[in-house]
């Protein structure tokens, strides 16, 4: 029997409504602080509250705005799934799939948080703001039509986690870095490809069924996906550690790969064993050592950052 994460269980005490807004994946929207944290030093520094207070309220002010705007797609999506749900050992629980929620409060919640935090993300900032916006149309398409395509709903999965790093340096008016596209871009197709796999290995023959895309891939395709964007994400960052121009040109950065490393292969030790069963965003966000390492990950990076400038 499949785990099902807190927002999937039959029961509880959470509403249905919370529980279909997936606060769980909530933690996600953290990527919305990269530029926060790799700007130390140069835009902020931590003994000057009055040089990251501002940019830090700027984040968890963009951070609640990509929580909210990423539930409307998920209430949207649900709706829209509901019959395929019904058929995966996990998803049938959800609260609209089970008939706890009724579609027409989902679509009526959706349309809210999408209208309270694309607005609000365009006072914050333009380019945010408009960052934002664009997520919300892409994930509806997604939703609606887009997710049947092969590959192109790996991509547009993937396209969600830079767009929320986009948005977090255009919120702290912190320069956008080439290296910031290439890492998040293979980060986010290693986690969106764990999720197909997952998917495909859960449901097997009746994978289709409840994602049509899943007829498309088999289970070498997707091994290979997962390799090699495995390996494009830990190279990437590697490569990042050494020759952007944003970092020290000792290449002490180089420190944070090991915390790096170890995340990405502790996760992929987990999916493929004990946690197979689960979500791969739950896996990612409630494992200890995983936790640990991207404690360790941020610590290192800006203790290296804040000594070298």
């Given at each position: 029997?499949s785990?099902?994460a807190?927002?999937?269980?039959a029961?509880?005490?959470?509403?249905?409504l919370?529980m279909?807004?997936?606060?769980?994946?909530?933690?996600?929207?953290?990527v919305?602080?990269?530029?926060?944290v790799f700007s130390?030093?140069?835009a902020?520094?931590?003994?000057?509250?009055?040089?990251?207070w501002p940019?830090?309220?700027?984040?968890?002010?963009?951070f609640?705005?990509w929580?909210?705007?990423?539930s409307?797609?998920?209430?949207?999506?649900d709706v829209?799934?509901?019959?395929?749900?019904?058929?995966?050992?996990?998803?049938?629980?959800?609260p609209?799939a089970s008939?706890?929620l009724r579609?027409?409060?989902?679509?009526?919640a959706?349309?809210v948080l999408?209208?309270?935090?694309?607005?609000?993300?365009?006072?914050l900032d333009?380019?945010?703001?408009?960052?934002?916006?664009?997520?919300?149309v892409?994930?509806?398409?997604?939703?609606?039509?887009?997710?049947?395509?092969?590959?192109?709903?790996i991509?547009?999965?993937?396209a969600?986690?830079?767009?929320r790093a986009?948005s977090?340096?255009?919120?702290?008016?912190?320069?956008?870095?080439p290296?910031l596209?290439?890492?998040?871009?293979?980060?986010?197709?290693?986690?969106a490809t764990?999720k197909?796999?997952?998917?495909?290995?859960?449901?097997?023959p009746?994978?289709?069924?409840?994602?049509?895309?899943?007829?498309a891939?088999?289970a070498?395709?997707?091994?290979?996906?997962?390799?090699?964007?495995?390996?494009?994400?830990?190279?990437?960052?590697?490569?990042?550690?050494?020759?952007?121009?944003?970092v020290?040109?000792?290449?002490?950065?180089?420190?944070t790969?090991?915390?790096?490393?170890f995340?990405?292969f502790?996760?992929?030790l987990?999916?493929?064993?004990?946690?197979?069963?689960e979500?791969?965003?739950?896996v990612?966000?409630?494992d200890?050592?995983?936790?640990l390492?991207?404690?360790?990950?941020?610590a290192t990076?800006?203790?290296?950052?804040?000594?070298?400038r």
């Amino acid at each position: 029997m499949s785990a099902a994460a807190p927002g999937e269980r039959a029961g509880g005490l959470v509403p249905p409504l919370l529980m279909a807004m997936r606060p769980y994946q909530w933690p996600k929207n953290v990527v919305v602080f990269a530029a926060f944290v790799f700007s130390a030093g140069e835009a902020w520094t931590p003994g000057d509250p009055e040089s990251w207070w501002p940019l830090l309220w700027r984040s968890l002010v963009l951070f609640g705005l990509w929580c909210l705007a990423a539930s409307a797609t998920y209430l949207l999506n649900d709706v829209r799934d509901r019959e395929a749900d019904r058929l995966h050992p996990r998803k049938r629980l959800r609260p609209i799939a089970s008939g706890r929620l009724r579609t027409g409060t989902a679509l009526g919640a959706a349309a809210v948080l999408a209208v309270v935090s694309i607005p609000a993300a365009i006072v914050l900032d333009r380019v945010a703001g408009l960052v934002l916006a664009g997520y919300v149309v892409l994930m509806a398409l997604y939703s609606l039509q887009l997710k049947r395509v092969a590959i192109l709903d790996i991509l547009l999965l993937g396209a969600g986690v830079v767009g929320r790093a986009v948005s977090g340096a255009a919120a702290i008016e912190v320069d956008i870095s080439p290296w910031l596209y290439v890492c998040s871009s293979f980060a986010a197709f290693f986690v969106a490809t764990t999720k197909r796999w997952a998917e495909f290995r859960q449901l097997g023959p009746e994978a289709a069924k409840h994602r049509p895309s899943l007829a498309a891939y088999n289970a070498e395709v997707l091994e290979l996906m997962l390799g090699v964007s495995a390996a494009g994400a830990l190279l990437s960052y590697s490569l990042y550690t050494i020759e952007s121009a944003r970092v020290p040109a000792d290449g002490s950065m180089a420190l944070t790969i090991p915390f790096v490393a170890f995340g990405l292969f502790r996760f992929l030790l987990l999916m493929s064993g004990p946690r197979q069963a689960e979500a791969p965003d739950r896996v990612l966000f409630t494992d200890p050592q995983v936790l640990l390492a991207v404690a360790g990950f941020t610590a290192t990076a800006l203790a290296v950052l804040v000594a070298h400038r």
